[in-house]
């Protein structure tokens, strides 16, 4: 199974990003699918997550309102759009697949398996 994160980049206080994950090799529709982030200095932290089906999702409470994940079956891709960026949202982003399937959300890192390699989101003042 891999994933692949991309989309990052370096942004002004304010503006967007739209990260995406393609995921090979597992049946990517009966997998919920999350975001996490780890800043410089600290702990990795759930960011966002959604369900097998698409029709559920949860955000952290740092970024809900100016975050949206959504999935593409079609296309084996998870992708989360960043608004309104704030310089604390500056960090390196993973994208990650549960471990099995048929899951609401989940917000714990021990409930993914498999992690892409991560891209930064850097976001100036």
């Known amino acids: 199974v891999q994933l692949q994160a991309s989309g990052g980049g370096l942004v002004q206080v304010g503006g967007s990003l739209r990260l995406a994950c393609a995921v090979s090799g597992r049946a990517f529709s009966s997998y919920a699918m999350g975001w996490f982030r780890q800043a410089p200095g600290k702990e990795r932290e759930f960011v966002s997550a959604i369900n097998w089906r698409g029709d559920s999702s949860y955000y952290a409470a740092s970024v809900k309102g100016r975050f949206t994940i959504a999935r593409d079956d079609a296309k084996n891709t998870v992708n989360l759009q960043m608004n309104s960026l704030k310089p604390e949202d500056t960090a390196l982003y993973y994208c990650?697949?549960?471990?099995?399937?048929?899951?609401?959300?989940?917000?714990?890192?021990?409930?993914?398996?498999?992690w892409g390699q991560g891209t930064e989101v850097t976001v100036s003042s």
């Open positions: 990650a697949m549960v471990t099995r399937p048929f899951r609401m959300p989940q917000t714990q890192s021990n409930e993914y398996t498999y």
